[in-house]
């Protein structure tokens, strides 16, 4: 059944792993759990059999449901109300992205003072964030794309302007994950495309983020490696677990190396789902081949190592050139939109601005300047 191992957490993988879920809330001596997850999950038989489980085994469940997309920091509140109201002692979040990263923020803001905000990363002046504070989690990931389940960050948006804004921290690590194959059968094609795709960005923009963290870029590779193998055979053929295992472990391989940092994509990415509520693997898919050109001049022997790891062979340039034309042609396979004006994306100021406010780029190996972003903007087809 499952195997377990610990990095960057205690991690139990493989089918029919979510039966762990009572004995492992029973040896952390919790027994209120606050099931969070995602609005459209609410009423799914995956919920129901994650809850029937833990009632059968005794614990008193509570279910907080009303995030959905691009998570607000009004959800986290509601949330964090829900998590009082229940008296609970630990949270238990299932879902995808949006899910992970409310739950992880109720779970932060159920005992700390102040307000979400109060913790931005990077921010002067953030409070600091107390171990002790955090109640137990169990984060069970039904989307193989973000790896929030085994990251230490929380990104939600501000009410007012969509913003988005991120919370970090080790704290915020889930101290255990049952990574089942099974729960993620269910997600439909253009979500395993897009979901996959996030966490092939995550995986190819931590190896070629330019701080120093060659075991970061190790797990990279192989991350890449997982989704050249996998996600094809995933999108097209949905019950195939073999695939679905290898897609989630590429998702956890992703979010553990972009501890290393992020790049252009992500803060494209970032811009398009703040102006345009883009679905952020969606949104990465459209920006990460004119990104990648953009980097290519400046670590193109990186490029040969991602070709290398998908098993192309041949010169330098056929590999670095080799890795570009299997991303592209991935993107037909997955029948992702071909540009951004499939989706009625316009080359507007504000786009551009949230783009250069965003810190991911900050560690792309080539400086991005405004006029770089437009015309990144411009090369994923915004309309002008
Ligand atoms: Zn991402």
Request: aromatic letters at 6%.
């Amino acid at each position: 059944m499952a195997v377990t191992f610990r990095f960057p957490t205690f991690i139990h993988f493989g089918a029919g792993a979510i039966q762990l879920a009572p004995e492992l809330l029973g040896k952390a001596k919790v027994r209120r759990p606050l099931v969070v997850t995602d609005k459209g999950l609410a009423s799914s038989p995956l919920i129901a059999g994650v809850l029937k489980n833990l009632s059968t085994a005794d614990f008193h469940t509570s279910l907080y449901a009303e995030a959905e997309g691009n998570p607000l920091i009004s959800h986290v509140e509601k949330g964090v109300a829900a998590f009082r109201k229940h008296d609970a002692d630990s949270v238990v979040l299932v879902g995808g992205g949006c899910a992970l990263d409310v739950g992880k923020a109720i779970a932060l803001m159920s005992k700390h003072p102040g307000n979400l905000l109060d913790y931005e990363d990077d921010k002067v002046g953030a409070l600091p964030i107390k171990k002790e504070l955090i109640p137990m989690m169990l984060a069970v990931p039904t989307t193989a794309g973000t790896g929030s389940e085994v990251g230490g960050s929380s990104v939600v948006s501000r009410d007012d302007n969509h913003q988005k804004i991120i919370v970090w921290g080790h704290e915020l690590v889930p101290p255990r994950v049952i990574a089942d194959p099974e729960l993620t059968i269910s997600l439909p094609p253009h979500l395993t495309a897009a979901t996959g795709i996030d966490a092939l960005t995550h995986n190819v923009e931590a190896f070629l983020a330019k701080n120093f963290h060659p075991l970061a870029e190790g797990v990279a590779l192989e991350g890449v490696r997982h989704v050249h193998k996998h996600l094809v055979r995933a999108f097209t053929t949905p019950k195939d677990l073999e695939a679905r295992g290898g897609m989630l472990l590429a998702a956890m391989m992703g979010a553990t190396a972009f501890q290393k940092g992020l790049g252009v994509t992500h803060s494209c990415a970032h811009a398009l789902s703040t102006c345009y509520d883009l679905h952020h693997g969606l949104a990465n898919a459209l920006m990460l081949i004119p990104s990648l050109e953009f980097n290519l001049e400046v670590v193109p022997e990186k490029f040969v190592r991602l070709g290398e790891c998908i098993g192309l062979a041949g010169s330098n340039e056929t590999k670095a050139q080799g890795f570009l034309a299997w991303l592209r042609e991935l993107k037909k396979q997955l029948k992702i939109p071909s540009s951004l004006r499939d989706l009625n994306v316009k080359l507007t100021p504000r786009l551009v601005d949230v783009a250069v406010n965003d810190a991911c780029h900050a560690n792309n190996p080539r400086p991005c300047t405004r006029t770089d972003f437009t015309n990144l903007f411009k090369k994923a087809g915004a309309m002008t």
